[in-house]
């Protein structure tokens, strides 16, 4: 597609309940980054896709987040049980991973307008 | 592992006035630098970057920065700003290699007083 789509754009959900958050990056684009972004914070990294693979899943909160990439294009982000404090803007971008492309700029990050999730 | 600090959550400033976002980061290897900016109510778009080269570089609606790299700062400028500049910024930091993640600051609101 021409941008970076993320689905739903606003979610409420119980405490308690699973959610799964998607994003369709760039046609192309074989970098995918998921992002958290809570009220007066700034962008928590959460994980990190080049294709399929996760290289760096570092910054997952916890064991009850988790996220997958198929085809390498679209990726679900999926928070078990949700608290309250998981609340938040989840942000997806997408980039050339290429590391010939470094160097051209092509590497820079465009966003999805977000994911607005509200636990109760 | 790689970092960014941004010293400042909020700067308020008058229009017309110059300011400089500031920026410092952690690397122990190379990186590029990016300044985004995310408008009220809307997306992150790209400001500037920094890849390679001259160390001063400008972005769009009159935004520049300059690399120091041994201050191992990325500090963002406008000579003279305007209402719509009011805006979040964000520096970004990402390290010399192809499976590498793009870790940000935890942001600057700016606010421009008439």
């Known amino acids: 597609g021409a941008g970076v789509s993320q689905s739903p754009s606003n979610k409420v959900t119980e405490k308690g309940k699973d959610v799964e958050l998607r994003c369709d990056p760039i046609?192309?684009?074989?970098?995918l980054y998921w992002y958290r972004q809570s009220l007066g914070q700034g962008l928590e990294f959460l994980i990190y896709?080049?294709?399929?693979?996760?290289?760096?899943k570092s910054g997952l909160p916890s064991d009850r987040f988790s996220a997958e990439r198929t085809g390498g294009s679209v990726s679900t982000l999926t928070i078990q049980r949700t608290q309250q404090e998981d609340s938040a803007v989840y942000l997806c971008?997408?980039?050339?991973?290429?590391?010939?492309?470094?160097?051209?700029?092509?590497?820079?990050?465009?966003f999805g307008a977000g994911s607005r999730l509200t636990v109760l | 592992a790689q970092s960014v600090t941004q010293l400042d959550s909020q700067v308020p400033v008058f229009e017309e006035a110059p300011v400089e976002l500031r920026c410092n980061y952690s690397s122990s290897v190379s990186v590029y630098l990016f300044w985004y900016v995310q408008y009220p109510n809307q997306g992150l778009q790209l400001l500037l970057k920094y890849l390679s080269g001259s160390t001063l570089v400008k972005g769009i609606n009159g935004f520049e920065a300059e690399f120091n790299k041994s201050q191992t700062s990325f500090h963002l400028r406008k000579p003279s700003v305007h209402i719509s500049d009011t805006a979040e910024y964000f520096c970004a930091v990402r390290q010399y290699s192809s499976a590498s993640k793009i870790i940000f600051g935890s942001g600057t609101r700016l606010s421009i007083r008439p």
């Open positions: 046609s192309g684009h074989t970098a």
């Open positions: 896709f080049q294709g399929n693979s996760a290289p760096d």
């Open positions: 971008a997408s980039s050339f991973g290429d590391r010939v492309l470094l160097n051209s700029g092509a590497n820079v990050l465009t």
